[in-house]
């Protein structure tokens, strides 16, 4: 039986499962997922001696869900990671983000060096602090060409949210089969358009992958269907204040000892052209102890892949 804690920040109560004692760890889950995605790291990372703290992030699961936009902003996701260090007694971390995980673990190191004794992303490389809005990239590369890209269907508040909350077994079993290193090539269509949904001509995959069982599914499910998909959303809307509040960084490296594993199928590493990723990380980590991707891996890294990603997980915490 999963035990969970609540952990009162100033102004939200985060959703935590705990285990373990040692020097504090705290993993940081992606979208749609929740502290579940790391359910095959936290006993190994208790085991190897640390206190293995996985997190809800706001918006998800047990945690508060607060209803404005702007209570997603990147600035309010760094405060909830050091709160959550807080409230465990713990002066610093060490972070493991996942997906919006990475870029949310990536930037509290940056922004709060004081607070973070090392940190590893998975599946998001971390390239600096921007140099424009996110959102001027969407319009460039994708919807002034017309064509469909998720994060600007994202911007519309209620549009996304009603499509996924429709059928939210369905829409998680597409959204999570299609960005997996078991999709065919062109599962996740390219050549859609602006206008189209997020759901459109994704494949409902029969039976599916066994990384993802029918147990691990409902859990899923039964979260969703409580917290609703709106303040997971938000995430997506906050991609200009986002930058206003990182350009306070640009030119910064992040210091402190740090770990990259991606999947050689997570079309996240090719989203905006293919590019020296592992090249374009060590300009800006002073201490990047190791960047592996690994081969027929999708975007779900630790859930995919969770024996090959704890083999370098535990033996760089330990190292530290």
């Known amino acids: 039986m999963t035990k969970f804690r609540f952990l009162d920040l100033p102004d939200i109560r985060i959703r935590a499962v705990v285990e373990g004692q040692g020097p504090l760890v705290v993993m940081v889950h992606g979208f749609p997922e929740s502290w579940f995605s790391w359910r095959h790291q936290i006993g190994p990372i208790a085991q190897a001696g640390f206190t293995a703290c996985a997190i809800d992030v706001r918006g998800y699961g047990g945690s508060g869900r607060p209803h404005a936009i702007a209570d997603y902003d990147m600035e309010h996701m760094i405060a909830d990671v050091c709160g959550v260090i807080d409230a465990m007694g713990a002066r610093t971390a060490i972070l493991i983000g996942h997906d919006w995980g990475a870029p949310i673990v990536w930037n509290t190191a940056l922004a709060r060096p004081d607070r973070i004794r090392a940190v590893a992303g998975l599946s998001v490389p971390f390239t600096g602090a921007p140099l424009r809005s996110m959102s001027a990239m969407i319009e460039e590369i994708f919807t002034s060409q017309g064509r469909f890209f998720y994060q600007h269907y994202f911007q519309d508040a209620g549009v996304a949210e009603r ?4 059928d939210i077994r369905g829409f998680l079993r597409k959204f999570y089969y299609a960005i997996s290193g078991d999709a065919p090539d062109g599962t996740w269509p390219k050549d859609k358009v602006v206008g189209d949904s997020l759901l459109y001509r ?8 066994a990384w993802l069982t029918a147990a691990d599914l409902d859990y899923y499910v039964r979260e969703f269907e409580q917290s609703g998909l709106r303040g997971p959303i938000n995430r997506y809307r906050n991609h200009d204040r986002d930058f206003e509040f990182l350009k306070a960084f640009q030119g ?4 402190q000892p740090s770990l990259f594993v991606g999947g050689a199928r997570d079309l996240v590493l090719s989203m905006f052209g293919r590019a020296d990723l592992m090249g374009i990380m060590k300009m800006h980590m002073s201490d990047l102890r190791g960047a592996d991707v690994l081969e027929g891996c999708g975007h779900w890294t630790q859930q995919e892949r969770p024996d090959e990603v704890n083999a370098r997980l535990i033996p760089w915490l330990k190292s530290l």
């Open 163 to 166: 499509e996924g909350e429709a």
């Open 252 to 255: 910064k490296k992040i210091e």
């Open 202 to 209: 994704l494949p409902d995959p029969d039976p599916f992958p």
